[in-house]
Structures are given as C-alpha cells and as structure tokens.
C-alpha cells in the first residue's frame, strides 16, 4: 500500500493524549512518597511468580523467591523500555508533517518509558539496600537493544505490543487483587499500569500502519526475525532464572540438593517464560492482530517455534 494513502486514526491517537495527560504521575509524590519496600510481604503475587508451585519451599523461602523474581521483573521492564523507547521514537519520524496528533501521542508515549526506565532504576538501588549482596541483573540494556533494533520495525513492534499487553495483563489479573504484597511494590505497578493503558493502544496502530508499507516477502522475512528475537528473549530468560536461582540458593537458610536445585531452576525458567513470552503471545488483543497481519502457515512457524519452550 502507498504510505500516503494509509488512513491514520487520529482520534484514536487523540484519545491516547487525554488518557496519558489525566493518569500522568510523578515518581516520588506519587509513587515512593518515601516510603520503602517492605520486605515482610511479597512484591511478585504467586500468579506471576508461580512460587506457590514450588512444595519444596516453605512460605518464608517462597516470599524470598518472590521478592528475587520481582527484582528481576522491575529490572526487566527498565530493561525492554530501552529499545521500546528507541522504536517509538523511530516510528515518529512518519508523523513528522501533517497531523501533529500522532506525533504528539508518541512523543508522550517515549516520554513515559523514559520516566518509567528512571524509576526501575530508583527502585533496583532501593531494593539492593533491603536484600544480601550477590544479585545480579545479567543482560545489558544498550547491547540488546542494539540487537532488537536490527530487526525490521514489524518485528520489533510485534514483540513491544506483545510486552505492553502482559504488563496490563499481569497487574490486572494478579497484582491489583493481591491483598498481602509489599504496599511499595504493588503502587509501581499499579502506577505503571495506568499509563501503560494507552502504549498497547499505540502499538496497535503502529503495527498494522508498519504492516501496510511491506511486500508479502518482507513481512515473511519479518515473521522469521520475530521468531529468531523470541528465542533470543528465551536465552536471557535462561540465563537469568539461572542467575536468580543461584542468587536464591546463596541466601537462603539451608542448602538445597543438586536435584531440587535443578526443580526451582525450572520453576523460576516456567515463570519467567509465562510472564515474558507466553502471557503475551496468549493475550486476546495480540492474538487478534497477529492473525490479521499473518498468514496461516506464517503463524504454523511461530506457533512451532513457541511449542519448544515448553
Ligand atoms: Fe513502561
Ligand atoms: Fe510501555
């Protein structure tokens, strides 16, 4: 299709505007309010974390593992904000002329992932001063954005709508009903949820916008690219839940046999594939895209590819 004939829904960007001008925050009046985390509760409820899978452990060593798990989730989103915030700014550039509305949607739309990536910054700081020395965040925010953003824009916007869906999935279905997590911790994301809202909106008019510039060849190209980033993303996974399980090994009470080591790796790696791939992928809204921008033997190799990480 002509890009100058593809229709832009300016309200639809327009909406997004008032959205993110009434929900907009701050992170220390309205979220930290100096307050710190409290670390007699847990931060990640167990339908995120699935520590409650876990019979091994007993309930101080799973609100242990939840508060590891949840580490690594904040350091997570500052870490996929660095590329989202990237390709968000790249996709303005059509937006330049003309309408301003669009532009101004996405301008807000980096503006906020910048602010959010401060935040998961802030907040990393306090939780290493509440926990034992000896976690580590291993992937590094600049390289695999540089990584990502090789990628066609098809991809990369497929797997950012993916992530902004499962953000508001997860705080909805899981966060917001938990009664008994750390107060601090349950805010961020609650707060981080209300201005995620309009990000999911944008993506899905990106995504289809991005989709209307390609040839059938270049969007099948495009299908393969996403496949290759999703079993990228599964290796940081890995290597991760590896990362945390050690971390969890080193600071609990007791020690753990080689076996029931190897048990929680696989419970955290389960988690962690459900809460960054799987919880994305499944979600309704995604789905319905990806089945309008994908043909059926497209999705066969997307869907085979997801299978092996089960
Ligand atoms: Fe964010
Ligand atoms: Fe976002």
Known sequence: MN?????IDVERYAKCIEVSKR???DIDQDIIRGRNFDFSHKFLPDGISKVDQLDLLNNDEKRLLSQIQGRTYANMFGFVER???AKVLETTRDHWLGDQTALEAL????DEELKHQELFRRIEKMMADGMAEGYKFLPDPDAVAAAVLQNSTWAVLALILEIELFTQEHYKQSIEPEENLSDLYKDIFL?????ETTHAMM?????????SKLSAEERDRAVDELIAIVGDVDGILQNQSAADTDYFIKVCDRSFTEHETQHIN????RAYRWQYIFSGVEHPRFQKLYKELTTEQQRQ???AALATLN
């Open 23 to 25: 929900v907009r925050w």
């Open 191 to 195: 707060f981080h949820w209300k201005e």
């Open 83 to 85: 590329f989202i915030t």
């Open 266 to 269: 696989d419970g955290v790696l």
């Open 107 to 110: 301008i807000r739309f980096s």
């Open 301 to 303: 190799r997307i869907d």
């Open 3 to 7: 890009l100058s004939s593809y229709r």
């Open 203 to 211: 993506d899905e008019l990106e995504w289809p916008r991005e989709d």
